[in-house]
């Protein structure tokens, strides 16, 4: 005869009396019986409210499981709070060890040392030993005693089910909520999932949710060990006392099911899904008052079923977040606890609450998978843990010794799964552990499909991972992506090497990253840029790990070339310029040792050039390498070529403030545009030129072709006839040349309205450039321009911590330096100018007109040499100053002069009023004010009181004065 574990729901000893915790079988809350059990009926009657304390500041509820202090709650795990329990109601006498062991850990072995690490958390959170209070007292060699006197409070009403938390389960009590919900609309509910993420302790929650509100009867049937099909009727109904002669044993179980509210769980349902659909689906038909909730890797698939898929428990995004804040995210939480009962000194804290978030995540938050890290962390510090954990499953191997043996090692959950798969689905399983991250079905499909496993069966396949939870779908975006929990992943690498395919599919999974790759290319013209960076930038690990393999000794170093010629855009977007620097290094190095494809020679040398330039590499060998591909382009007499290498030259001379190369790009680019007789192409050209001449310094026609090329319908910056991607969103560009202009020709308070907007805009994009451009180029500098010191201070620590996120050093060493020497002399700090050593040109250009200090001769010279571009007329007037500061009244004057006429010329009003107001002033010191007057005057008439400037205060201030 075989035998069923079957559960009823009756409250346990212990911390089971407020709540459900596993027992030793691996279920939450439900008593161990073998068949043939006695029925009873569970009502509301056999729940007894728990009573309620208070003692001192605090009041306890073992009802609630909550501890609060002056009406606050107080933060206590489950097992401190059972701890408490204990004490409180034996208040005065002395607990022993073992007593504690067996109230808050029934029937699980757990070494006595244990208790140690969780008094400490209820000591800490009582604050016992202060010298207020104390509440606990070590009895040495006997147990713990409660010494403050406790008064019992009124017991309370039993809250509704939905409000109650449930003692013991961590991070689930919206599942089980919604669970509950289901369950009163769909009559066949089935939670389905990975093994290990805890389908059953959801499930037993939501059984004793329908016990105590006292809706149904409730029966746990844990299926499990049942081996044969033929037996699913029968193993259910010989718990509920109910004997099956009929042939057809679904319909017959069905027909004597009670007529009265039963919640019937089938627990363990994936290796009998057939049998147990016909079962679920016969009851449907026959059993009105019978609700079925089922537990399955995979979904049943019957007639009425309603799926809930659960997922690991819910973990925070690396980011700035406190060690409190990240305890009320379930998996960190359950992680510490488990923690705590196998260290009892582990607290979390600020030092290694990263750790923790990071091998919370690489476990995916599956709640098995974190007591079993928790439990293997012997010997080992969390770091090393960490380091030890990939592709490690052996690490993962110290469950709980009355746990199922599917459920004692991450292996034997994944064995028990694995089993359950066709050949098929185990052959593409393995090779599916390749990705690293996300995956496509074209990706699959090109990665895995072979003569004995086609394009169609992979599709197929697939599916059938996707149902039994091996492979993860999400399909909210626009194309259904799929991923590899890590712990499944390793499992299946694991079986990848036993299946000696792992050198094949290497390549082939380079080769689907090739197409991918190229697929991206396409997609550059056709999608706007955030859509583009959301479909191709999960890419990342996966390139990172075919690049690896064919550079490597058994790799493919022409593929790795190819595959290597087609990341710039994602690592621009993708802010990892430091990183694709080195990778394109080496690829050009191979490269340059065989014969070469000169497309892919440019290509790679166009894309190094822009990386080194605006990762702040050195300037000689980004020109050496834009020379060399402009000599490539020359040689292939292609216009598409050209384009391609004046691309790079452009990003180069708007990287280091150069203003030749920037010229010299923006003409050629014009040339091709008009040979290809586009009008769209023309107006890139002129969307082109208006970012040039804004940095060259020809305000007013940098105004006239952005005019004329801001209609350009596609969607960034891009050349449609050639397909040249020069990496800048072209709303950014847009944004950065509208509020430099509005600003610079005197309508300042739009052009710092639009620069504020575009810095919460980029601040909410995840990636290095537009954010750091937008702020260091356009909103710091205009925030000293008008004086704001104060708001100036405020913006450079956001780009500081954005520069410190993505890793950017170069950003670090200059424009945040720069500008940090800036915010000191403007606060009358030490005006040496050693910070300014080292600068490059393009920041020393903008720090040149944020004070006066960085004006040193290296500017000037740029000045003399007609480089200074848009700073020229503000650095000229700094130098007038100090002419005239130094007596040399003459030059000074013509200087300024000059700095005037040129600002006009330009069309940069703001540098015009400065250069006049200074003007006038000296005038009006050598009795000439009203000749002063009457050079300012013309620039304010119709000018905007609003905002407020200190330029236009002490002109108007002037104007006013006799």
């Given at each position: 005869?075989?035998?069923f ?11 089971l ?7 030793p079988?691996?279920?939450?809350g ?15 009657q056999?729940h007894?409210p ?6 001192g ?10 501890l609060t202090?002056?009406?606050?709650p ?5 097992r401190a ?7 409180v109601?034996?208040?005065g006498?002395?607990v ?11 029937n699980?072995?757990v ?6 690490g ?17 509440y ?9 005693r ?6 019992a ?17 961590i991070?689930?009590?919206t ?7 289901d ?25 004793a949710?329908?016990?105590?509100s ?5 029966r746990f049937i844990?299926?499990s ?5 033929a037996?699913?009727a029968s193993a ?29 769980i ?13 079962v ?16 399955s890797?995979?979904p049943?698939?019957a007639?009425?079923?309603w ?13 700035e ?5 990240a ?7 359950l992680f ?8 009892q ?5 600020a030092e290694?609450?990263l ?10 938050g599956?709640?098995?998978a ?21 592709d ?18 991450m ?22 552990s390749l990705?690293r ?18 394009r ?7 599916g059938?991972?996707v ?7 999400d399909?909210?975006g ?9 712990t499944?992943?390793?499992y299946?690498?694991e079986?990848l090497f036993?299946?000696?395919e ?6 082939r ?7 991918m ?6 997609d550059?013209r ?8 959301a479909?191709?930038?999960?890419l990342i690990?996966?390139?990172r ?10 790799g493919?170093?022409?593929l ?10 994602l690592?621009f977007l ?15 190095a191979v490269?340059e ?16 050039c822009r990386?080194?330039a ?5 300037n000689?060998r980004?020109?050496?390498?834009v020379?060399?591909a ?17 691309g ?20 050629t680019?014009?040339l ?11 107006r890139f050209?002129?969307?082109l030129?208006?970012i040039?001449?804004?940095f060259t ?10 005019e ?7 969607g960034?910056?891009?050349l ?5 991607p ?16 509005l600003?610079?020709?005197?309508e ?7 620069a ?5 805009t980029?601040?909410?994009l ?17 925030q ?10 405020v ?5 500081t911590?954005?520069i ?16 940090e020497h800036?915010?000191?002399?403007h ?23 944020v ?27 700094i ?12 030059a ?5 002069i000059?700095a005037?006429m ?7 009003w ?15 010191g050598?009795g000439?004010?009203a000749e002063g007057?009457a050079?300012?005057a013309?620039?304010?008439?119709g000018?905007?009181a609003?905002p ?6 002490d002109?108007?201030?002037?104007l006013?004065?006799?």
């Open positions: 005869m075989t035998f574990s079957v559960y009823m729901c009756e409250p346990s000893r212990g911390a009396r407020a709540g459900i915790v596993k027992p079988s691996n279920v939450a439900i008593a161990p019986c073998a068949v043939p059990v006695r029925r009873r009926k569970v009502t509301l056999d007894q728990a009573r309620s304390w208070s003692f500041p605090f009041h306890m509820s073992a009802e609630t499981m909550q202090r002056e009406g606050c107080v933060p206590l795990g489950s709070f059972s701890i408490l329990l204990a004490l109601e034996r208040q006498e002395v022993t060890i073992d007593e504690l062991l067996t109230e808050v850990w029934p699980v072995f070494e006595p040392v244990t208790i140690r969780h008094l400490h958390a209820l000591r800490k959170a009582l604050d016992d030993g202060s010298v207020k209070a104390r606990i007292i070590n009895e040495m060699g006997r147990g713990y409660f010494v403050v006197p406790v008064a409070a009124p017991a309370t009403a039993l809250p509704a089910p939905a409000a109650r938390p449930m003692a013991g389960i991070g689930r009590e599942e089980i909520e919604a669970l509950c919900a369950l009163l609309r769909q009559r066949l509910v089935s939670i389905v999932g990975p093994g290990g993420v805890g389908k059953t302790t959801v499930a037993l929650a939501v059984a949710r329908f016990r105590d006292g809706r149904s009867d409730v844990d299926l060990s049942l081996t044969d099909a037996f699913v259910i109904a010989s718990p509920l006392g109910l004997s099956l002669l009929a042939e057809d044993c679904s319909e017959a179980l069905a027909r004597a099911l009670p007529s009265r509210g039963l919640l019937l089938l627990d363990n349902c994936e290796h009998l899904v057939r049998a147990v659909t016909e679920a689906e016969a009851i449907r038909r026959r059993a009105p008052g019978v609700i079925v909730l089922c537990t890797r995979e049943l698939r007639q009425g079923e799926v809930f898929r659960l997922e690991g428990l819910p973990l925070p995004a690396e980011g977040i406190s060690a409190e804040e305890l009320h995210y379930g998996g960190i939480q510490s606890e488990w923690l705590g009962t196998s260290r000194s582990f607290e979390l804290t290694n609450l750790t923790v978030c990071r091998i919370c995540h690489r476990l995916d599956l709640p098995l974190l007591e079993l890290a928790a439990a293997s962390l012997h010997g080992f510090s969390l770091t090393e843990y960490l380091e030890q954990l990939d490690n499953l052996a690490l993962l191997a110290k469950g709980r010794r009355t746990a199922p043996p599917r459920q004692q090692t292996r034997a959950t994944l064995d028990w799964s694995h089993a359950l798969l066709s050949e098929q689905e185990r052959t593409l399983l393995r090779r599916l990705f991250s996300v995956f496509g079905l074209n990706a699959v499909a090109c990665a895995c499909a072979c003569p004995q496993l086609t169609a069966e992979v599709v197929e396949c697939l059938g991972l149902a039994k939870s091996l492979v993860q779908a399909v909210s626009e194309r259904t992506v799929f991923r590899l929990l890590d499944t992943k390793a299946a690498r079986k036993l299946a000696g792992a050198a094949q599919f290497r390549r999974h380079a080769e689907a990253m090739q197409a790759l190229e697929e991206a290319a396409t550059w056709l999608l706007p840029v955030e859509a583009w960076r479909r191709y930038l999960p690990d996966d390139i790990a075919a690049l690896d393999w064919a550079f490597g000794p058994e493919d170093a022409d790795g070339i190819a595959l290597t010629s087609r990341t710039g855009t690592a993708g802010s990892l310029l430091a990183e694709f620097r080195a990778r394109h290094e080496k690829a050009l490269l040792q065989r014969a070469a494809d000169p497309v892919i020679e440019l290509r790679l040398r166009a894309q190094l990386l080194t605006f990762s702040g590499g050195p000689e980004a020109r050496l390498l020379d060399g402009a000599e490539i382009a020359g040689r292939t007499g292609s216009d598409a070529r050209m384009a391609e290498a004046m790079a030259l452009w990003g180069l001379g708007f990287a280091t403030a150069d203003v030749e190369a920037m010229h010299r790009a923006c003409e680019t014009c091709i545009a008009a040979r290809s007789g586009d009008e769209t192409a023309g050209a002129d969307r030129g208006a040039t001449h804004t310094g020809d305000l007013r026609k940098a105004r006239a072709l952005f004329y090329g801001r209609d350009i319908p596609d960034r910056i891009v449609p006839s050639y397909h040249v020069l990496f800048l969103d072209r709303e950014l560009t847009s944004a950065i040349v509208q509020a430099r202009l600003f610079l020709q005197g300042i308070g739009r052009g710092m309205a639009l504020e907007e575009w810095v919460e980029t601040g909410r995840d990636h290095q450039m537009p954010f750091l451009v937008m702020l260091g180029l356009v909103a710091i500098p205009m000293f321009w008008i004086g704001d010191v104060d708001r100036a201070a913006l450079l620590q956001r780009l911590q954005h410190e996120r993505h890793s950017a050093a170069y950003y670090r060493h200059q424009w945040v330096r720069g500008y800036a915010l000191r002399l606060r009358g700090a030490d005006a040496s100018m050693s910070a300014a050593d080292g600068l490059d040109k393009q920041i020393h250009d903008h720090l040149c007109t004070h006066p200090a960085f004006v040193t001769p290296a500017a000037l010279a740029r000045v003399q040499t007609g480089t200074a571009g848009w700073a020229t007329a503000e650095i000229m007037r130098d007038a100053l100090y002419r005239l500061r130094a007596g040399e009244s003459e000074g004057m013509a200087t300024l000059a005037r040129l600002a006009r010329r330009q069309g940069a703001f540098w015009e009023l400065r250069a006049t107001l200074d003007l006038a002033t000296h005038l009006a050598t000439r004010r007057k050079l300012l013309p620039l304010l008439d000018h905007d609003e407020a400037t200190r330029d236009l205060d002109a108007r201030a002037f006013d004065g006799q």
